[in-house]
């Protein structure tokens, strides 16, 4: 999948566990609801640091792409050393390690910690990310060329100001789901799992695949590209993307950020 539709199925994902929470008795304060879509549509870019060329690598600049090159190369040092027989040889590490569920449950749960550990700063630096991607990703013609970058950051920083300090009024959200004390914000992984994930469910419905199951074995492989049969993929930027699921991924955050918030 292209970057917009990745970021519209996070956000609507985000908005469909709010739905599911507010019906299971734990519903979202709206900030969780705003934050955590926001996340989550950011967080759906992320699997694509180990690309060159992907949206993620020229949002923050030189230091996206030294790290981009750097994941590209832990990536593809990771399947080397894990690949059976029937996984195919391959010069670059994209679509491996970060888009696995491992990497994602692994990226979520350092956030989380992070949040925890870090306070205030860290996730004011957790918000900030994430929404400058969720710029790139849900506003990517307005983002796009180097020239917006500046205007893209001092966009996300000031929302991330605002959000954070919203979230820490009582009540507001900085304690959802998790109610102990010590326990401020560490729901804030749960979107950038959920975001990754989407991500891989997202590649997985190309012609490509998606190795989202690694490291469990089938049959020869270890990297298994996960996917519906042939006949049902697509490729990427396909007029099925566009014109059909991301129409669909706006409708159904709309429903679902409706009865997040009990409108319905």
């Not at 205007?151 to 009024?169: E, F, H, M, R, Y």
């Not at 991500?199 to 690694?214: F, K, M, N, R, Y």
Request: one cysteine or more.
């Amino acid at each position: 999948m292209m970057g917009p539709a990745h970021s519209l199925s996070g956000a609507a994902a985000w908005l469909g566990v709010g739905a599911a929470a507010a019906a299971a008795g734990y519903p979202m304060p709206w900030p969780v609801v705003l934050s955590g879509a926001l996340i989550c549509a950011g967080a759906a870019l992320a699997p694509d640091l180990d690309h060159k060329a992907a949206t993620i690598s020229r949002s923050f600049g030189p230091l996206s792409r030294w790290l981009c090159e750097f994941v590209d190369a832990l990536s593809y040092a990771v399947y080397k050393g894990t690949r059976k027989p029937g996984d195919p040889r391959r010069s670059g590490g994209h679509r491996t390690l970060t888009h696995t569920w491992v990497w994602a449950v692994l990226i979520g749960a350092g956030a989380s910690a992070l949040a925890v550990a870090g306070g205030r700063w860290a996730v004011l630096a957790i918000l900030f990310a994430h929404m400058v991607l969720a710029i790139e990703g849900l506003l990517w013609r307005a983002a796009r060329g180097s020239s917006s970058d500046v205007l893209v950051w001092l966009l996300a920083a000031t929302s991330s100001w605002i959000i954070a300090g919203v979230l820490d009024k009582p009540g507001n959200g900085s304690h959802w789901l998790f109610t102990e004390p010590g326990q401020e914000y560490l729901w804030l992984g749960l979107p950038i799992v959920l975001g990754a994930l989407v991500h891989c469910v997202g590649d997985a419905l190309t012609v490509s695949g998606c190795p989202i199951l690694w490291p469990i074995p089938l049959g020869r492989k270890r990297w298994y590209p996960v996917g519906p049969p042939k006949g049902m993929r697509f490729r990427a930027g396909s007029w099925i993307e566009i014109k059909v699921l991301m129409p669909a991924f706006m409708i159904l955050g709309g429903v679902g950020c409706a009865a997040a918030l009990n409108v319905i």
